[in-house]
């Protein structure tokens, strides 16, 4: 999206932090993000495709804002030849600037659970990675005690209510691994101080193979409504007290892919 995200993602990937990095292939500072991957070698973390239909798409004429895209979606409205092209534009991109497949797909704004979406985008991954299949974000919601509040809590549920079961079957279906539940949904707004406090509710109830996500950054382009809340995600994720807060709920952060490859006791 911009340098301050590509920064903030390599510099806490590099502490061991964060063990994954969404690519946004078309924005504006996926290039640049490419190299500072790659010079971090043994200590990269998984990348994975964030499929975008909102933001920065291949083909401008795929690029829809998020009611409206989810509207066309549930009325069996997009255009399905031109949404399956888009979807391979970006893995095609993808491929190009990694030299590899993606680790993971999830979407920019969820877009990739939505109605039609997700059937193209999983027959798409079916077709092009027969063999080792890339697991796919759920955005299953935890239980209340993981929000605090309402709002919180229904901005999750609405999340998880747009495609979470319809992408899960088709998952099952088709042989894609999934995380369990997805934490870090809240409103972006309040102080460093208070985003700590959610991410230690989110600690407390983690189970095996829960996704955190983050939307950290180190500073921001103009107009970014986002700003403010990045910058306090990267100060939390980047403090040594990140250490004590593991510690007392008794969490280890390890990458996605490990985690869905280990059998369950």
């Given at each position: 999206m911009h340098a301050g995200v590509n920064a903030a993602a390599v510099q806490l990937a590099a502490r061991g932090r964060v063990q994954a990095a969404s690519a946004l292939v078309g924005g504006p500072a996926w290039k640049r993000g490419v190299a500072l991957l790659r010079s971090l070698g043994a200590d990269a973390?998984?990348?994975?495709?964030?499929?975008?239909?909102?933001?920065?798409?291949?083909?401008?004429?795929?690029?829809f804002g998020l009611t409206g895209l989810v509207a066309r979606a549930y009325g069996r409205g997009l255009d399905g030849a031109a949404l399956a092209q888009e979807i391979a534009a970006q893995l095609d991109a993808f491929e190009a600037a990694m030299g590899r497949a993606p680790d993971y797909v999830d979407g920019h704004q969820h877009v990739h659970q939505l109605p039609m979406v997700r059937d193209a985008l999983v027959a798409e991954l079916v077709r092009r990675y027969p063999l080792r299949r890339p697991w796919l974000r759920a955005t299953r919601s935890?239980?209340?005690?993981?929000h605090g509040d309402g709002p919180t809590a229904c901005k999750s549920h609405v999340?998880?209510?747009?495609?979470?079961?319809?992408?899960?079957q088709l998952a099952r279906r088709s042989g894609l691994p999934q995380n369990g539940r997805l934490l870090g949904v809240y409103g972006f707004g309040g102080t460093a101080a208070q985003y700590r406090?959610?991410?230690?509710?989110?600690?407390?109830c983690a189970?095996?193979?829960d996704l955190l996500m983050s939307h950290a950054s180190l500073q921001s382009l103009p107009g970014d409504a986002l700003a403010a809340a990045r910058y306090n995600e990267y100060c939390v994720l980047d403090a040594s007290t990140l250490d004590a807060l593991l510690e007392a709920a008794g969490v280890v952060l390890r990458p996605m892919g490990e985690i869905l490859a280990t059998p369950a006791p």
């Amino acid at each position: 999206m911009h340098a301050g995200v590509n920064a903030a993602a390599v510099q806490l990937a590099a502490r061991g932090r964060v063990q994954a990095a969404s690519a946004l292939v078309g924005g504006p500072a996926w290039k640049r993000g490419v190299a500072l991957l790659r010079s971090l070698g043994a200590d990269a973390p998984e990348v994975g495709l964030h499929l975008d239909l909102t933001e920065f798409p291949c083909h401008p004429g795929m690029r829809f804002g998020l009611t409206g895209l989810v509207a066309r979606a549930y009325g069996r409205g997009l255009d399905g030849a031109a949404l399956a092209q888009e979807i391979a534009a970006q893995l095609d991109a993808f491929e190009a600037a990694m030299g590899r497949a993606p680790d993971y797909v999830d979407g920019h704004q969820h877009v990739h659970q939505l109605p039609m979406v997700r059937d193209a985008l999983v027959a798409e991954l079916v077709r092009r990675y027969p063999l080792r299949r890339p697991w796919l974000r759920a955005t299953r919601s935890p239980p209340w005690s993981a929000h605090g509040d309402g709002p919180t809590a229904c901005k999750s549920h609405v999340i998880s209510l747009l495609g979470s079961r319809g992408l899960a079957q088709l998952a099952r279906r088709s042989g894609l691994p999934q995380n369990g539940r997805l934490l870090g949904v809240y409103g972006f707004g309040g102080t460093a101080a208070q985003y700590r406090d959610r991410l230690q509710r989110w600690l407390a109830c983690a189970r095996d193979g829960d996704l955190l996500m983050s939307h950290a950054s180190l500073q921001s382009l103009p107009g970014d409504a986002l700003a403010a809340a990045r910058y306090n995600e990267y100060c939390v994720l980047d403090a040594s007290t990140l250490d004590a807060l593991l510690e007392a709920a008794g969490v280890v952060l390890r990458p996605m892919g490990e985690i869905l490859a280990t059998p369950a006791p």
